[in-house]
């Protein structure tokens, strides 16, 4: 694979998908690569396996069936999109990915199955893409959840003492691989933020 992966990871609130339609703006103008960039998120939008993760998010179901669903949607992900777009030498710039579920599902299945964090991450090691670099945006859960009411109606996920949790794993995540991980202090404006991930993309690629 010539192309290179970059992930966006954070809590809900954290600016991630704003930041990224902003780079997808300033893509059409200066683009970020020369070869092309794909803008990408999971769970996936309008996909099979995408519809059943939002449906399951908002039906309640069973956590461990859930979390089959996201793995289920991640593994079509990357033969229909993101593996490909790399062996093109593509730029992939996705807006959550599966550092999402060891963060979000080993919340969910802390009381379902034993060291839930570990056991979410083994399932996707034999078989995903690592990213090669991996923004971390960085917020308060308080903080969080004060814009999530903003924007509407609130999913089962956007609670302060379930973020908190969900915070604790992200940390958990960026500790284990200093070198991938780039913390953004989320709380900060957009425009300083853009910049110091435009430096750290330009560095990479």
């Not at 570990?118 to 991996?134: A, G, S, Y």
């Not at 960085?138 to 609670?159: H, L």
Request: aromatic share 8%.
């Amino acid at each position: 694979m010539t192309g290179k992966l970059i992930t966006f990871e954070g809590i809900d609130g954290s600016g991630k998908s704003t930041m990224l339609a902003r780079l997808q703006k300033r893509n059409e103008s200066e683009p970020l690569w020369d070869n092309g960039t794909v803008f990408t998120r999971e769970p996936t939008k309008e996909t099979l396996t995408g519809d059943a993760v939002y449906a399951a998010i908002e039906n309640n179901v069973d956590p461990l069936a859930e979390l089959f669903l996201f793995l289920a949607d991640h593994a079509a992900h990357l033969a229909e999109t993101i593996r490909l777009a790399l062996n093109a030498g593509k730029l992939v710039i996705s807006d959550r990915y599966s550092d999402s579920r060891s963060a979000y599902q080993g919340a969910t299945l802390n009381k379902t199955v034993p060291d839930a964090f570990n056991f979410v991450r083994r399932l996707h090691e034999p078989w995903t893409i690592k990213p090669d670099l991996t923004f971390y945006f960085e917020i308060r859960p308080e903080v969080s959840c004060e814009r999530c009411k903003d924007r509407g109606a609130q999913t089962k996920f956007e609670r302060v003492d379930f973020l908190k949790e969900v915070t604790t794993n992200f940390k958990k995540l960026a500790e284990d691989e200093p070198e991938r991980f780039v913390i953004i202090d989320a709380e900060k404006p957009q425009e300083e933020n853009e910049k110091i991930i435009l430096e750290k993309i330009r560095n990479l690629i």
